[in-house]
């Protein structure tokens, strides 16, 4: 088939085109209708149908692969692995739903995933969807304030978490953090499901905790059903981050995310059921949620879990795994690659990477530089594509499964399945013209596995999402791009106040509110810098209360790392700016607008742009200044 055939039969019949691919999964009952279209914008896929997700990625798979490895677990950094059959694997998420359901957790209850790269946080991710519970998976490296504004928002009845993870062999401790944050939380969970890895020592709360082994010992080896729920059932809620403060729970449906995920297996990663799939990135990222965890399993692959970095014991740990566990399929970030060019590629040719078909890579920009390095290196194809945690699986690529297109350099590729992405105008809202810049959009229905609404807030979804152009019905990705008359679309960075360090995506404002936070900070403004590695970088310029510390050197170190300390301990040290820089006032306007993009602009010497309506221009001179004494 011709990739535009079949772009344009799942834009201009996209009930008929689903229907179809509805055919990869499992249903228990088949659905009454493919797209309810009754309340624009949102749209809900196959509704009636009923099924269940984790029947999809285990149990349909048992009759033909019990024995074949599910789950394979490595860590470099505790020197371990572990190795899981899809029937081993049954019975582990059938242990871990028993134990939850003890807890009395049952269909629509939320369940807080706060854990480490272990196979349980698989399990209790699979064993949600077994019990039609919803999951949200807060990523560790976050601090005790995300998590208590998660906690509060998504309201678990349990949460599971773990007493510690381990980042470049540094433990690193999860539970003194979580009881913290459910001390500042109001909603108080009623269990606290615990993974004693033994890597940390902690007293247990008294009528809170429970310890995971003694609760499996309780529930002995009781099976449990799948509980089929509406294809619209949520499965699970992902935060992300916008230009609010207040993250946004990204909320997805159940049936259609199976069916999209399923196509983008076939279509774009090219995926054989009983090939390895490895995915570097984590479960509290949308990556890990679908190319970690369900992609792969629905699919009938083993998926490797890895808990480590790229860097250790060496530059070739990904290589040695793709030699060990024969993976044909890897998906990375452009910062893991990165971060491996200033290394020999000895570390990948002494790998037989024989099995490897292609290396994907999302997430951030896909410089040039880095895809030729990596493509030649491996002697693979390098296969990038773009999507966010609101869509749930790519936007643009190649779907090589369908036609091979050519790539070209700087794109991601072009539309995927039921994806109609528009160049807008920013201000008309009006197509543009190939070549010219404009806002990336995606005309009504999202497709299947896109988010459904925000956790709790459909006015949130359709003000943030579906508003930028009043009179039209089409969803802001917030990201500039711009097309090739072939409909290659090159992607030029976000329209919004959201970052991507190394390949996370960070919100300046929530950034802003915590350096706020510290007693003396008066103002503050935080932008993304250029940076060689991670892609950007935080960089804060605060107004200090005592203007008379900036003329002292040791009183601003001393501030800087003080207010670093307090994003860390707040937020997590992902968030942690690279730089704080102090000055007497900040670039506003004159309607005291906060001019971000200038101060953006002059982080990466470039220029400031259109200074007309600036309230005090020795503010702007300041910045300058600032970034000249770095
Ligand atoms: O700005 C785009 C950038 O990352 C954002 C989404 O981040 P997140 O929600 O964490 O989801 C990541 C899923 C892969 C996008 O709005 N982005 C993501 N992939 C690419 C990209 N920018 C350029 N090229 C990409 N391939």
Redesign the pocket.
């Known amino acids: 088939m011709r990739y535009a055939d079949y772009h344009r039969r799942s834009i201009e019949l996209p009930e008929a085109f689903w229907a179809e691919q509805a055919g990869l999964i499992d249903w228990h009952r088949p659905w009454d209708q493919v797209l309810d279209a009754t309340r624009k914008p949102f749209a809900r896929w196959f509704p009636g149908g009923l099924t269940n997700l984790c029947h999809n990625a285990i149990d349909r798979h048992l009759p033909w692969r019990a024995e074949q490895p599910a789950l394979i677990w490595e860590s470099t950094e505790v020197d371990q692995s572990r190795s899981y059959t899809y029937a081993q694997l049954h019975a582990e998420v059938q242990r871990m739903a028993a134990v939850l359901r003890r807890q009395g957790v049952e269909q629509g209850d939320r369940v807080l995933i706060y854990m480490p790269m272990i196979p349980e946080a698989v399990f209790a991710m699979l064993a949600c969807a077994r019990l039609g519970a919803i999951h949200s998976v807060v990523f560790g490296g976050f601090a005790a304030m995300s998590l208590a504004t998660r906690i509060d928002d998504a309201q678990p009845k349990v949460v599971v978490s773990s007493d510690a993870g381990s980042r470049a062999g540094r433990v690193i401790p999860y539970k003194p953090l979580l009881d913290e944050a459910i001390a500042r939380a109001t909603h108080k969970p009623d269990t606290v499901l615990m993974v004693d890895r033994g890597l940390q020592p902690y007293e247990p709360v008294v009528g809170r905790d429970l310890d995971y082994v003694a609760a499996c010992a309780a529930v002995g080896g009781t099976p449990v059903a799948c509980t089929w729920v509406d294809a619209t059932h949520p499965s699970y809620i992902l935060y992300?981050s916008g230009t609010t403060g207040r993250p946004k729970g990204v909320q997805r449906d159940t049936g259609g995310y199976a069916v999209a995920l399923a196509v983008s297996m076939r279509d774009i990663f090219r995926a054989e059921p009983g090939q390895t799939y490895f995915c570097t990135s984590d479960i509290g990222?949308?990556?890990g949620h679908s190319y970690i965890v369900y992609g792969p399993l629905l699919h009938g692959m083993t998926t490797l879990l890895y808990e480590g970095t790229p860097l250790r014991p060496d530059a070739g740990s990904f290589w040695q795994l793709v030699e060990r566990h024969r993976v044909s399929v890897m998906f990375s970030s452009p910062t893991a690659i990165r971060v491996l060019k200033k290394f020999d590629t000895a570390f990948m040719r002494n790998s037989d990477l024989s099995s490897l078909q292609r290396l994907f890579?999302?997430?951030?920009?896909?410089d040039e530089p880095t895809a030729a390095w990596i493509a030649q290196a491996l002697g693979k194809p390098v296969v990038?594509?773009?999507?966010?945690?609101?869509t749930g699986w790519p936007i643009l690529s190649i779907a090589g499964g369908v036609e091979e297109l050519a790539p070209k350099p700087g794109s991601?590729g072009v539309a995927m399945a039921g994806y109609d992405v528009q160049i807008l105008h920013d201000s008309t809202g009006e197509p543009v013209a190939p070549g010219e810049k404009g806002v990336v959009a995606i005309g009504w229905p999202l497709p299947p596995g896109c988010m459904q609404t925000v956790w709790g807030d459909d006015a949130r979804f359709v003000g943030t999402y579906w508003s930028t152009f009043p009179g039209k019905q089409v969803y802001s990705?917030?990201?500039w791009g711009v097309a090739d008359a072939s409909g290659y679309i090159t992607?030029l960075?976000?329209t919004d106040d959201?970052i991507?360090v190394a390949g996370?995506?960070l919100g300046t404002r929530e950034i802003e509110e915590s350096i706020s936070s510290h007693t003396a900070v008066a103002e503050v403004a935080v932008v993304g810098a250029a940076d060689a590695i991670k892609g950007q970088v935080a960089m804060a310029f605060v107004v200090p209360r005592d203007a008379g510390k900036m003329a002292d050197a040791a009183a601003c170190a001393s501030l800087e790392a003080s207010i670093m300390q307090t994003v860390q301990a707040q937020l997590g040290a992902l968030a942690r700016p690279a730089r704080v820089r102090f000055v007497a006032m900040l670039p506003k306007t004159r309607s005291g607008k906060l001019l971000r993009r200038s101060i953006q602009a002059l982080c990466e010497q470039r220029d400031p742009g259109d200074l007309t309506t600036l309230e005090e221009p020795l503010a702007l001179a300041q910045i300058r200044e600032a970034i000249a004494h770095q």
């Open positions: 992300t990222w949308v990556v890579l999302a997430g951030e920009p896909l990038d594509n773009y999507w966010q945690t609101e991601p990705t917030f990201d992607i960075g976000r959201v991507n996370h995506r």
